[in-house]
């Protein structure tokens, strides 16, 4: 499923676990999983809004090979990157 959908954006570094791929996983505890009720958040440029809405039950979050968020909270590490079509 991934890999057809980064596919489908062109991007061939992503979407399976393979060597020289980027690999981001998360790994899930399915019986803790859970939303939070979501809020409305003014922190867009020029005042703009969005609807957030908080998790758990996420054990680890891996991007890129580093680990991102551990135990429902990030870890500070942003190996991520803005693409740009």
Partial sequence: MTADTAALFGFDDRGVLDVGKRADINVI???SLRLREPRL???LPAG???LL???E???ATIV???ITREH???TGARP???VRS
Avoid: I
Wanted: hydrophobic share 30%.
């Fill in 57 to 59: 039950g996420y054990v």
């Fill in 53 to 55: 809405q908080a998790s």
């Fill in 41 to 43: 958040v003014a922190d």
């Fill in 72 to 74: 429902d909270e990030f």
């Fill in 29 to 31: 505890n399915h019986r």
């Fill in 48 to 50: 703009g809004t969005r």
């Fill in 80 to 82: 991520g990157r803005l």
């Fill in 64 to 66: 890129a090979g580093e």
